[in-house]
């Protein structure tokens, strides 16, 4: 059988962009109101690495289908247990539970990455990711109110956290 995931691969960063590209008209998931370039996303790409901030992808059918980021949080030292998880799917893969399967696989990652504690930042509109990291035990652990404007509209977004309990 094989795994659900694989490591991105530099050759895999266009099929990243484009499923990322392609949740933005849809104002749930990004605060981008425009398409990103492959270009733009090198150091973003290059941040990330197998055996700390992995970015995994799915492929179904030799394409791949969705993507999973883990990613520093706030940048400092201190806070190197603690990172952001972010789940893309193309639109075709939505709604099938891969990004439940993503999620729980990430979980089950974060104590071989060092991480303890893992967040997830969601517009509080976004019904269906809200759901997911709830489903997983997240809590709401803070909310900035009306601070991402997206076609007129003002939106909150929401930080979700969880704290994993494992030896450390």
Do not use: C
Not at 63 to 71: D, G
């Amino acid at each position: 059988m094989s795994h659900l995931y694989r490591d991105a691969t530099f050759e895999d960063l266009p099929a990243i962009v484009a499923i990322y590209n392609s949740t933005v008209p849809s104002r749930q998931v990004t605060a981008d109101l425009e398409p990103v370039s492959v270009e733009s996303r090198h150091a973003w790409f290059h941040a990330h690495g197998p055996s700390a901030r992995p970015l995994w992808v799915v492929e179904e059918a030799g394409r791949v289908i969705a993507w999973l980021s883990f990613s520093d949080f706030y940048g400092r030292p201190a806070y190197s247990r603690t990172a952001e998880v972010s789940i893309y799917l193309d639109e075709a893969a939505r709604g099938k539970g891969l990004g439940r399967k993503l999620l729980a696989a990430a979980l089950e990652a974060a104590p071989a990455l060092k991480i303890d504690t893992v967040l997830g930042f969601v517009f509080g509109h976004n019904e269906a990711s809200m759901r997911l990291f709830h489903s997983f035990g997240f809590a709401d652990w803070g909310t900035l109110p009306r601070v991402a404007v997206l076609d007129g509209v003002e939106r909150d977004l929401v930080i979700l956290g969880r704290r994993l309990e494992h030896a450390t």
